[in-house]
């Protein structure tokens, strides 16, 4: 397993649970992508809320069965595995946000190791 010691890349994807790719989940359709392409590691996070470029409120309503709720995939790798996938990632993204900004990282690795 890969440790990190320092300065890496954070990408963060911003999408929609809605969002579909050839009647696929976009947000699990991006996650095998990073995975199949050796990426360290991501984490999908569920939003309670949130609105977009369009200004629509998206919000966890009880009584809906259907959610559009955002969705944040966060991805933290070198600057280099960022930037390899980075191409694959706005062929698949047709509408969404990607940030990218520095981070430190303090540890990562296997608790077994």
Same mark, same amino acid.
């Given at each position: 397993m890969k440790t990190y010691d320092g300065e890496q890349t954070l990408m963060r994807i911003f999408v929609s649970e809605a969002d579909k790719t050839d009647g696929k989940s976009l947000y699990e359709v991006l996650l095998k @992508?990073?995975?199949?392409?050796?990426?360290?590691?991501? @984490?999908?996070?569920? %939003? /309670?809320? %949130?609105? %977009?470029?369009?200004?629509? +409120?998206?919000?966890?309503? #009880? +009584?809906?069965?259907? &959610? *559009? +709720?955002? #969705?944040? #995939?966060?991805? #933290? *790798? @070198? &600057?280099?595995? /960022? *930037?390899?996938?980075?191409g694959k990632i706005e062929e698949i993204l047709t509408e969404g946000l990607v940030t990218l900004e520095k981070v430190r990282t303090l540890r990562y690795g296997n608790n077994n190791q």
């Open positions: @992508t990073l995975r199949d392409e050796k990426i360290a590691g991501a @984490t999908v996070l569920r %939003g /309670i809320a %949130g609105f %977009g470029a369009k200004s629509h +409120l998206h919000k966890a309503n #009880i +009584l809906s069965l259907s &959610q *559009d +709720l955002p #969705i944040v #995939i966060e991805v #933290i *790798d @070198t &600057q280099d595995n /960022i *930037d390899r996938v980075l």
